[in-house]
């Protein structure tokens, strides 16, 4: 392999890559699109107008065969597209060349794009990134590394490629979601996810939302987009059982195939303690120079292949048998096994069962197993590993030869340690490659949010008295119109918890207002309209061991690993100013949650679009322990696409104060006095006023209805807001509220809010 690659290099070619952009720009395309879910028939037209931004021109001006592991450190070509019209524009990105007989061959045109996997231009068929979605005024940004395989044959060196990168795909972009919600708003960290039933799991969804199989979100049937973000990691090599990926430095990889010239794989598994055992590899060998091959081995057993006797070999311990003959060839695939039961091995190629003999040997050894060289691990064979999978059970002659021939197809009863795809990757490149229905592990995330997309609401007691109730919003569920992109629709204005019904905000309203719609104020910060926004599905926990269930005396803290997932133990014991610090260092478009972003999410859930169904609402129940989780009855829309544990589990701070100063928060009784506070993370409340949406007093209705009478609002001295119900208290509610100071308590934790408009 070293002189092939010596021998290219003697005709090093200039590799010239013309990236010839088809631009939109300037170029519109008008469609009639309907612009309000309401009963009235508006109408406009949406433009299409992308701007394709070059980096400059890819040339390789030496070019030669190389590993992808090489061609993925090249610096990689820049293209921007930014959409500067109206319409969401659905697409797949091309790369284009021409069929002339100067023209590499475009199977050894190796292009990686972003975070995806490196494959051949032949086999993507043209198609570099596919199913992408640009919303009007977002920019995407793609990343592409080009080379030649390093199986490039001589024959096409010295040629030239000429290419062009064109966009194809529909302007007219229609969801599998037919609510009118707006397009979740992902951060670059954020894998789209859907619940499978079947199998009990979370799985890569269908960003695009236009394949049902793969469906991410469907808000009439109350199954609101649900993202997973996962923990940072250093490049692994993943096994498939998930218990034991491998960190190896610099390793050769291509096609996702490991290269063994002169360094065996060590694959762990100390202390084997089986007394069966079943091995099946695929590998190729590039070239045939010694005598044995060696596969697999711990310091108890061996498994290699000897090219004299053109047999392979099972040692155990003094002891070796031998199959029967079989002649491997060079650069062919070979699918190989055996089984061993302390007494019998059998040998498999392709399979089939090719022989079996008697060995009578212990197989347990504290030794790890290693590929690629002998039990004395100082000779390595050259080969080229693609799958490795060692069960700690006999698979049959008829499981080897349906699952193990020609395609793989992984058997997994058994199966403790597997690997298929050698290339080293963080855990959020490993998910990002790997196609949609990929099943993601919860170890792997850190954690998960939901979606609340922007949306109006009819009013019922605009005014927060007490029996004043123009609809039923209690028992048919609140009238909740979702609005497109960023727009308001609403015709009540509010600032400074003072609300009116003229855009100049000089009439107050009053019971007359009731029956009008008004844009939630969870969606429009000081600086920002937002589109929708992010809350975490479950409250936030923390796995460090400085604070944990039994010892408390560390989580008064801003530095414990943060988390917000499925089955986590709730963080408490620390107060809302050491939460905010712990949850800004996310990034600034992470906060605590405010007061009126948790009413958004109990005014969607308490709609058609959460747990009210035919005009009659169902009651979410309460967490009766602190375990995030436990129960879909638990979530804003009784199944698992909800958010969880805003009844019961632990109360919940929120960012909003009581303040007797104009615009100006009070940071009496807090812990806040000398930390910078951004004025788009907090409601502000003034004597005794409330903010329309917020979950508050509009719900002072029939003797305690929606909150069981269990709430207390914000004064001077108690000027903080905590939300929902505590475990095992029956009156716990998602609608409970209560003053509370800014202290540390075992009652009270909190919810992370991302808004990224």
């Avoid at 920019?139 to 010295?158: A, R």
């Avoid at 397009?183 to 960003?207: G, V």
């Avoid at 123009?470 to 909740?480: E, F, H, K, L």
Wanted: hydrophobic fraction near 30%; charged fraction near 20%.
């Amino acid at each position: 392999m070293l002189k092939f690659i010596e021998t290219k290099k003697n005709y090093l070619m200039a590799l010239a890559i013309f990236f010839v952009i088809v631009s939109l720009s300037d170029t519109t395309y008008s469609l009639f699109l309907k612009s309000d879910n309401t009963e009235s028939f508006n109408y406009n037209t949406g433009i299409l107008d992308l701007q394709f931004i070059e980096d400059e021109q890819i040339k390789l001006d030496s070019a030669f065969p190389m590993y992808d592991s090489d061609g993925e450190k090249l610096t990689p070509y820049t293209l921007t597209i930014k959409n500067n019209g109206t319409l969401t524009y659905l697409f797949d990105l091309k790369m284009l060349s021409t069929d002339d007989e100067n023209i590499i061959n475009s199977k050894y045109i190796k292009v990686k794009v972003n975070d995806n996997m490196p494959d051949t231009l032949s086999n993507l068929e043209s198609i570099i990134a596919s199913n992408i979605i640009i919303r009007p005024n977002e920019q995407l940004t793609f990343k592409i590394s080009i080379w030649l395989d390093i199986d490039t044959p001589n024959s096409e060196l010295g040629k030239k490629f000429d290419a062009k990168v064109v966009s194809s795909g529909s302007a007219i972009y229609k969801t599998l979601d037919s609510s009118g919600a707006n397009y979740p708003n992902l951060t670059e960290d954020m894998i789209p996810i859907y619940y499978d039933k079947n199998e009990n799991t979370w799985k890569k969804a269908d960003s695009s939302n236009t394949n049902k199989k793969y469906l991410w979100y469907d808000y009439d049937s109350s199954i609101w987009a649900n993202t997973a973000i996962l923990n940072e990691s250093s490049k692994q090599i993943y096994d498939v059982t998930g218990n034991n990926n491998l960190i190896i430095d610099n390793p050769t990889i291509n096609n996702s195939n490991l290269i063994i010239q002169e360094d065996y794989l060590d694959i762990g598994l100390q202390n084997y303690q089986y007394d069966k055992i079943s091995s099946i590899v695929k590998i190729k060998l590039d070239e045939i120079n010694t005598d044995n091959i060696y596969i697999l081995t711990n310091n108890k057993i061996s498994y290699y292949y000897n090219s004299s006797l053109k047999k392979f070999v099972f040692e155990n311990g003094d002891v070796k048998v031998t199959s029967s003959a079989y002649i491997l060839s060079e650069k062919m695939w070979y699918t190989l096994g055996f089984t061993y039961d302390e007494d019998t091995v059998k040998f498999y190629s392709n399979g089939l069962l090719l022989s079996s003999a008697k060995i009578s040997s212990k197989i347990k050894s504290p030794s790890s197993f290693k590929v690629g060289t002998n039990i004395n691990n100082d000779k390595v064979s050259n080969l080229i590993l693609s799958d490795i999978y060692i069960y700690n059970s006999i698979l049959t002659e008829d499981e080897i030869n349906n699952n193990y021939k020609d395609d793989i197809d992984i058997i997994y009863n058994g199966l403790i340690e597997g690997y298929n795809e050698f290339t080293p990757m963080t855990v959020k490149e490993y998910y990002l490659s790997r196609p949609n229905g990929t099943a993601i592990n919860n170890d792997d995330i850190n954690s998960y949010y939901v979606w609340i997309p922007r949306f109006k609401y009819k009013l019922w007691n605009v005014t927060g008295e007490s029996g004043i109730d123009s609809y039923n919003a209690y028992q048919n569920g609140i009238d909740i119109i979702f609005e497109r992109d960023t727009s308001t629709s609403g015709t009540i204005y509010c600032e400074n918890s003072n609300c009116y019904s003229d855009t100049l905000k000089v009439t107050p309203v009053n019971e007359t207002d009731n029956g009008k719609y008004y844009t939630h104020p969870a969606f429009t910060t000081v600086d920002n309209e937002l589109s929708g926004i992010w809350v975490s599905k479950y409250e936030v926990s923390t796995t460090d061991s400085n604070c944990n269930q039994t010892d408390k005396s560390n989580c008064q803290n801003t530095s414990l690993k943060l988390e917000s997932k499925y089955g986590g133990n709730v963080w408490s014991n620390n107060n809302l100013a050491n939460f905010y610090q712990s949850i800004k260092k996310l990034g600034n478009e992470y906060s605590v949650i405010k007061n009126s972003e948790w009413g958004a999410i109990v005014y969607l859930s308490h709609s058609k679009y959460g747990v009210c169904q035919n005009n009659t609402c169902k009651k979410i129940e309460a967490n009766n322990t602190y375990i995030s989780g436990t129960n879909n009855l638990d979530s804003t829309t009784l199944n698992i696409y909800g958010v969880y544990d805003m009844a019961g589990s632990k109360a919940e701070f929120t960012m909003a104060n009581y303040t007797t100063k104009d615009s100006e928060i009070s940071l009496t009784n807090s812990n806040f006095q000398n930390i910078a506070i951004s004025n788009n993370d907090y409601d502000l409340y003034y004597n005794n006023s409330f903010i329309l949406g917020d979950a508050t007093k509009e719900l002072l209705l029939n003797n305690g209805i929606w909150d069981s009478n269990n709430y207390s609002y914000m004064d001077s001295v108690n000027n903080w807001l905590s939300r929902g119900g505590i475990a095992n208290e029956s009156s716990s509610t998602i609608f409970n509220y209560n003053y509370t100071k800014d202290n540390a308590s075992d009652n009270l934790t909190t919810r992370i809010i991302i808004k990224n408009s």
